[in-house]
């Protein structure tokens, strides 16, 4: 056996996405191969290199010096963009390699390898080593990429790319590879399914099959998985994968379609590469209506396989978990899910479905669950009278956890009604930490624990920013995180940074009515009155005229001396009371505002028997009136609360 060991240049290159092409269309795969291989003969042969063998799409190669390995792999890029195109990722790197009867090895081999799975199509990336030998070269034009820790590897190394005109540089906040901690790499964002079928009304059913698919992947604890409502902001929209990635800070994307016909339903999906848009997954399914739930499971898992996670047992029966085995009811359920999030008048017919679907199958826990949240929506937003909802959440609630008590968002519900409704401090803050520890990733308890309890009830702002800001990290794209953070804020005085916020929220959504609301709040405890008029109109008109729009314009003309005004808007509500619901605690704002203290606490007094939420902002927000927290009745407002 003959071998001797010389410093060497190795090259190594593959085609991006080949398995996904074989998949999709052989005979095309194999000509692009064949075009692959002859290129790579040819030039590496006139750069006084040699092909030392082929792995499937890869081809390991060996040269003599640095500055002939980057002229092939330029060479190479350059001639594989003319049709037809090749997708090739190249890898370089410079060290000690053992030759042994034409075969090479060593470590030189494996690093060339791992600076190749970093590529995107098009690139050549190669090591510190590499760039020391040819920086100097005009005809190459090189930029750093930062250094990495490769797996057995035991030093991080820098990694540059050839940045001549027409290559592409990968950007490193994307960059996944063959690292020693691959954990970053594991994220991904569930795209809305697209709606093949007929009748757009079955836009419920995609929405919901992609929900319940996040949902499912969310339970993997080394999973990213990027929230429904920031994923979903990408609807109908034309946007790069590129962009998906930035936004929601994840490296592959879940995209697919439904049509469903009667009773049969055809689902494609496929599992993207944010840094190439390739695939790594991809799969067909034609099933019956009533084999649903094997579909999502069998999704799930296959996402779980193709990002090569490591499931424990408790993981996958969280994925596999069917909570009906009743089709009707689970699409009564979805449409629920569908119209619950849209807010606004829509909770209202979310109910009749949630309704529906526990008609169906009264032992549909989730269902039981989602009825108890939108009944607590209606109280928040002042659409009813909280007594109406807050027992019935509480019954729909328990009922849930009867029947599954890992339901976080039951447990939740629970939180919200022991703290809004009972005013049971201990058992409000032992339900929400439950469904923290059950579901860390469930926006609504940060939300509604951050704000409702701990920054309202407990005056701990510190510990509700953390929750608010979590809420963000979690979905980025959601108006209601940041309107909820500004007014976490806005308790705590920090008027400035709460309206940032605020705006950021109105970026994403312009008619989101939370943060138009407490933008008009904030400029008005900033005394820039007019600028918060207007953000009060803006909200009246997105609301179709909501009450809390009305009684923030009636306290800034007010401060502006307008009281003629705020008395007309005052006597709108009071017409408005007759024919339906306004939330009293707002409202008893106002005539302290109006300088009428004794119609302002009968308002309280309303508000105190109808358990307003917002009853439980007076005792630390800073938009109570000086004239209503000097009256005697005012501390034993709060007393009868019986704050902690």
């Given at each position: 056996?003959?071998?001797?060991?010389?410093?060497?240049?190795?090259?190594?290159?593959?085609?991006?996405?080949?398995?996904?092409?074989?998949?999709?269309?052989?005979?095309?795969?194999?000509?692009?191969?064949?075009?692959?291989?002859?290129?790579?003969?040819?030039t590496v042969k006139n750069n006084e290199?040699?092909?030392?063998?082929?792995?499937?799409?890869?081809?390991?190669?060996?040269?003599?010096?640095?500055?002939?390995?980057?002229?092939?792999?330029?060479?190479?890029?350059?001639?594989?963009?003319?049709?037809?195109?090749?997708?090739?990722?190249?890898?370089?790197?410079?060290?000690?390699?053992?030759?042994?009867?034409?075969?090479?090895?060593?470590?030189?081999?494996?690093?060339?390898?791992?600076?190749?799975?970093?590529?995107?199509?098009?690139?050549?990336?190669?090591?510190?080593?590499?760039?020391?030998?040819?920086?100097?070269?005009?005809?190459?034009?090189?930029?750093?990429?930062?250094?990495?820790?490769?797996?057995?590897?035991?030093?991080?190394?820098?990694?540059?790319?050839?940045?001549?005109?027409?290559?592409?540089?990968?950007?490193?906040?994307?960059?996944?590879?063959?690292?020693?901690?691959?954990?970053?790499?594991?994220?991904?964002?569930?795209?809305?399914?697209?709606?093949l079928s007929k009748d757009p009304e079955?836009?419920?059913?995609?929405?919901?099959?992609?929900?319940?698919?996040?949902?499912?992947?969310?339970?993997?604890?080394?999973?990213?998985?990027?929230?429904?409502?920031?994923?979903?902001?990408?609807?109908?929209?034309?946007?790069?994968?590129?962009?998906?990635?930035?936004?929601?800070?994840?490296?592959?994307?879940?995209?697919?379609?439904?049509?469903?016909?009667?009773?049969?339903?055809?689902?494609?999906?496929?599992?993207?590469?944010?840094?190439?848009?390739?695939?790594?997954?991809?799969?067909?399914?034609?099933?019956?209506?009533?084999?649903?739930?094997?579909?999502?499971?069998?999704?799930?898992?296959?996402?779980?396989?193709?990002?090569?996670?490591?499931?424990?047992?408790?993981?996958?029966?969280?994925?596999?978990?069917?909570?009906?085995?009743?089709?009707?009811?689970?699409?009564?359920?979805?449409?629920?899910?569908?119209?619950?999030?849209?807010?606004?008048?829509?909770?209202?017919?979310?109910?009749?479905?949630?309704?529906?679907?526990?008609?169906?199958?009264?032992?549909?826990?989730?269902?039981?669950?989602?009825?108890?949240?939108?009944?607590?929506?209606?109280?928040?937003?002042?659409?009813?009278?909280?007594?109406?909802?807050?027992?019935?959440?509480?019954?729909?609630?328990?009922?849930?956890?009867?029947?599954?008590?890992?339901?976080?968002?039951?447990?939740?519900?629970?939180?919200?009604?022991?703290?809004?409704?009972?005013?049971?401090?201990?058992?409000?803050?032992?339900?929400?930490?439950?469904?923290?520890?059950?579901?860390?990733?469930?926006?609504?308890?940060?939300?509604?624990?951050?704000?409702?309890?701990?920054?309202?009830?407990?005056?701990?702002?510190?510990?509700?920013?953390?929750?608010?800001?979590?809420?963000?990290?979690?979905?980025?794209?959601?108006?209601?995180?940041?309107?909820?953070?500004?007014?976490?804020?806005?308790?705590?005085?920090?008027?400035?940074?709460?309206?940032?916020?605020?705006?950021?929220?109105?970026?994403?959504?312009?008619?989101?009515?939370?943060?138009?609301?407490?933008?008009?709040?904030?400029?008005?405890?900033?005394?820039?009155?007019?600028?918060?008029?207007?953000?009060?109109?803006?909200?009246?008109?997105?609301?179709?005229?909501?009450?809390?729009?009305?009684?923030?314009?009636?306290?800034?003309?007010?401060?502006?001396?307008?009281?003629?005004?705020?008395?007309e808007l005052m006597k709108e509500l009071?017409?408005?009371?007759?024919?339906?619901?306004?939330?009293?605690?707002?409202?008893?704002?106002?005539?302290?505002?109006?300088?009428?203290?004794?119609?302002?606490?009968?308002?309280?007094?309303?508000?105190?028997?109808?358990?307003?939420?917002?009853?439980?902002?007076?005792?630390?927000?800073?938009?109570?009136?000086?004239?209503?927290?000097?009256?005697?009745?005012?501390?034993?407002?709060?007393?009868?609360?019986?704050?902690?």
């Amino acid at each position: 056996m003959t071998e001797h060991r010389q410093l060497a240049v190795v090259l190594f290159a593959d085609i991006a996405g080949y398995t996904a092409l074989m998949h999709e269309d052989e005979d095309i795969a194999l000509q692009i191969l064949q075009h692959f291989k002859e290129e790579l003969f040819t030039t590496v042969k006139n750069n006084e290199g040699e092909i030392i063998q082929y792995f499937g799409d890869g081809c390991l190669m060996v040269f003599n010096n640095a500055s002939n390995a980057v002229t092939s792999a330029k060479i190479i890029q350059e001639n594989l963009r003319n049709e037809p195109k090749v997708p090739v990722r190249i890898g370089i790197h410079l060290g000690d390699v053992l030759f042994r009867e034409g075969n090479i090895f060593g470590d030189c081999v494996n690093i060339a390898s791992r600076i190749e799975s970093m590529g995107v199509p098009g690139a050549v990336l190669f090591s510190d080593a590499v760039s020391k030998q040819i920086r100097n070269k005009p005809e190459f034009q090189l930029t750093s990429l930062g250094s990495f820790e490769f797996k057995n590897v035991e030093e991080p190394m820098e990694i540059f790319a050839l940045a001549n005109t027409g290559f592409p540089v990968p950007s490193p906040q994307y960059i996944t590879g063959k690292f020693k901690d691959d954990g970053a790499a594991k994220s991904i964002a569930v795209m809305p399914f697209d709606n093949l079928s007929k009748d757009p009304e079955q836009e419920y059913f995609s929405d919901g099959m992609a929900e319940e698919i996040l949902n499912s992947l969310s339970h993997i604890k080394d999973l990213k998985v990027a929230g429904r409502i920031s994923s979903f902001q990408f609807k109908d929209k034309n946007i790069s994968l590129q962009e998906v990635g930035e936004k929601l800070s994840v490296k592959t994307v879940l995209a697919g379609s439904i049509r469903k016909q009667g009773t049969r339903v055809r689902i494609t999906v496929q599992l993207l590469n944010i840094r190439d848009g390739y695939q790594l997954w991809s799969e067909r399914y034609d099933r019956e209506l009533d084999d649903i739930f094997s579909v999502q499971e069998e999704i799930a898992l296959a996402v779980t396989d193709a990002l090569k996670l490591t499931l424990l047992k408790k993981d996958r029966a969280l994925i596999t978990k069917s909570y009906t085995p009743h089709p009707d009811a689970y699409e009564q359920y979805l449409k629920g899910r569908f119209n619950v999030i849209r807010r606004g008048g829509y909770i209202l017919l979310a109910l009749q479905h949630f309704q529906k679907a526990i008609e169906l199958d009264p032992d549909f826990a989730q269902a039981h669950a989602s009825f108890a949240d939108a009944n607590l929506l209606l109280a928040t937003y002042g659409l009813t009278q909280p007594k109406n909802v807050m027992l019935r959440s509480k019954q729909a609630a328990e009922k849930a956890l009867l029947l599954d008590p890992t339901v976080a968002e039951a447990y939740c519900s629970l939180g919200y009604y022991y703290a809004c409704y009972e005013w049971n401090w201990q058992e409000a803050k032992k339900n929400f930490l439950k469904s923290l520890e059950l579901n860390p990733r469930y926006i609504e308890v940060h939300l509604r624990y951050g704000c409702n309890y701990l920054t309202w009830v407990e005056g701990n702002m510190t510990e509700g920013e953390t929750h608010g800001n979590q809420a963000i990290k979690a979905e980025p794209l959601y108006a209601i995180c940041y309107g909820t953070h500004s007014l976490i804020l806005q308790t705590a005085g920090k008027y400035k940074e709460a309206l940032e916020y605020c705006k950021e929220g109105i970026e994403i959504d312009p008619n989101s009515f939370l943060c138009r609301l407490n933008e008009g709040t904030l400029y008005m405890l900033l005394q820039q009155y007019e600028e918060s008029i207007s953000s009060y109109e803006t909200a009246l008109k997105i609301s179709n005229r909501h009450h809390f729009a009305v009684n923030g314009l009636i306290w800034t003309h007010c401060l502006l001396g307008n009281y003629d005004k705020a008395n007309e808007l005052m006597k709108e509500l009071k017409n408005r009371s007759e024919k339906e619901y306004i939330a009293k605690t707002f409202t008893g704002i106002s005539a302290a505002y109006l300088n009428d203290l004794d119609t302002a606490f009968n308002y309280l007094g309303q508000a105190y028997e109808d358990r307003d939420p917002v009853l439980l902002a007076l005792k630390y927000e800073k938009w109570v009136p000086e004239n209503l927290r000097q009256d005697p009745r005012f501390e034993k407002l709060l007393s009868g609360i019986g704050f902690p």
